[in-house]
């Protein structure tokens, strides 16, 4: 009977145990390093986006031609600030239950930290058990772009801004009803934009 060699069995055990801690390993490695998008194109540079629109009230004003934003990374860096900037520009994550903003429930607009856009409707906000904001859908598809991300151990679903390429989160396939998806969001890659209250 033939016996199979030694180093052969190891590498084998080594890799059946690699394969079994894959399902949360990636979840341990988003938290203590930047995800780099993986064969995404370029970012865009220059030119104009067609965005949708909102008034502070949330109604919507329709599809409008915005400039692109592009900047330095040390304009970037001066604009954001040190947390923003690593979420956004070095595709990094937040903490979760650490983000400004990840609890909130009042009526308003979350937007782009890097360029003002608007991003989500606190009306399709959820509490996803995660410590990160968490969405069933955008307000508009055109103000976000998808891309596919293969930095860990799963393919996962980038968000970025549709403007200023800003990295937003990961959507997954495991939220409510109506659309079933979790736009799992960092809340430093957004500011709240509180809907105006009506003077008495």
């Given at each position: 009977m033939r016996h199979a060699d030694p180093?052969?069995?190891?590498?084998?055990?080594?890799?059946?145990?690699t394969v079994a801690a894959s399902a949360s390993l990636p979840f341990v490695l988003r938290a203590i390093r930047p995800a780099m998008a993986a064969e995404a194109p370029p970012a865009p540079q220059g030119g104009t986006?067609?965005?949708?629109?909102?008034?502070p009230d949330k109604k919507p004003?329709?599809?409008?031609?915005?400039?692109r934003v592009v900047l330095t990374d040390d304009?970037?860096?001066?604009?954001?600030?040190?947390?923003?900037y690593y979420i956004t520009r070095q595709e990094g994550t937040e903490p979760a239950y650490t983000g400004e903003n990840w609890d909130r429930h009042d009526n308003g607009i979350y937007r782009c930290i890097g360029c003002d856009t608007a991003l989500?409707?606190?009306?399709?906000?959820?509490?996803?058990?995660?410590?990160?904001?968490?969405?069933?859908?955008?307000?508009?598809?055109?103000?976000?772009?998808?891309?596919?991300?293969?930095?860990?151990?799963?393919?996962?679903?980038?968000?970025?801004?549709?403007?200023?390429?800003?990295?937003?989160?990961?959507?997954?396939?495991?939220g409510p009803d109506p659309t079933g998806?979790?736009?799992?969001m960092n809340?430093?890659?957004?500011?709240?934009?509180?809907?105006?209250?009506?003077?008495?």
């Amino acid at each position: 009977m033939r016996h199979a060699d030694p180093d052969r069995r190891r590498f084998l055990g080594v890799f059946a145990a690699t394969v079994a801690a894959s399902a949360s390993l990636p979840f341990v490695l988003r938290a203590i390093r930047p995800a780099m998008a993986a064969e995404a194109p370029p970012a865009p540079q220059g030119g104009t986006v067609t965005l949708d629109a909102f008034a502070p009230d949330k109604k919507p004003l329709g599809p409008h031609p915005e400039a692109r934003v592009v900047l330095t990374d040390d304009q970037w860096k001066a604009k954001l600030g040190t947390k923003s900037y690593y979420i956004t520009r070095q595709e990094g994550t937040e903490p979760a239950y650490t983000g400004e903003n990840w609890d909130r429930h009042d009526n308003g607009i979350y937007r782009c930290i890097g360029c003002d856009t608007a991003l989500y409707d606190s009306a399709t906000k959820f509490e996803s058990g995660t410590g990160w904001p968490s969405f069933w859908k955008p307000i508009s598809k055109r103000n976000v772009v998808e891309k596919i991300d293969r930095s860990l151990l799963e393919e996962r679903t980038e968000v970025k801004c549709a403007r200023c390429d800003a990295h937003l989160g990961h959507v997954f396939d495991d939220g409510p009803d109506p659309t079933g998806l979790r736009y799992c969001m960092n809340a430093g890659a957004m500011h709240f934009a509180p809907v105006p209250t009506t003077a008495g």
